[in-house]
């Protein structure tokens, strides 16, 4: 399933990022503060369950995600770096995990289990004390 972020969707703000930048830090605001509404976005509802589900920090109570990028000292490259990340957290739940079917361990692998068990319990009987 593709999920496309439509960039209307995502309400960006600059501003000032933390730091070392010298005496450009204090006057440039050049990070970038992301804020997407899964509730109200045009996400599928599957991926929006899924992503409501996630344990992640970014992502409030009320189903905002938020985000800081700042590693840049452009803000173009800044709001490209927030975009990106989001589209990885929407693309990390998008593809479903694959359903775990219970196995048997074969009658080979159980017989080689107990006799492994048996041995190391007859190492072990040995280790005790000698009697006269």
């Known amino acids: 399933m593709d999920a496309q972020i439509n960039p209307d969707e995502v ?3 600059a501003i000032r990022a933390q ?3 010298g005496q450009n830090v204090n006057k440039v605001s050049c ?3 992301l804020r997407f509404d899964i509730g109200a976005s045009s996400l599928p509802d ?3 369950e899924r992503l409501l ?3 992640d920090g970014r ?3 009320n189903g905002v995600v938020v985000m800081k990028a700042q590693q840049s000292r452009s803000l173009e490259q800044n709001k490209e770096e927030a975009l990106r990340r989001l589209q990885e957290l929407v693309d990390s739940v998008a593809v479903l ?3 775990r079917r219970a196995t048997k361990p074969t009658r080979s692998s159980q017989r080689k289990r107990l006799d492994s068990k048996a041995r190391s319990g ?3 009987a040995m280790r005790g004390k000698v009697s006269e």
Do not use: N, R
């Open 11 to 13: 309400a960006m703000s």
């Open 19 to 21: 730091g070392p930048g």
């Open 31 to 33: 990070a970038v503060h």
């Open 46 to 48: 599957p991926i929006k």
């Open 53 to 55: 589900a996630l344990p």
């Open 59 to 61: 992502i409030t109570q």
């Open 97 to 99: 995990p694959a359903q």
């Open 122 to 124: 007859q190492t072990k």
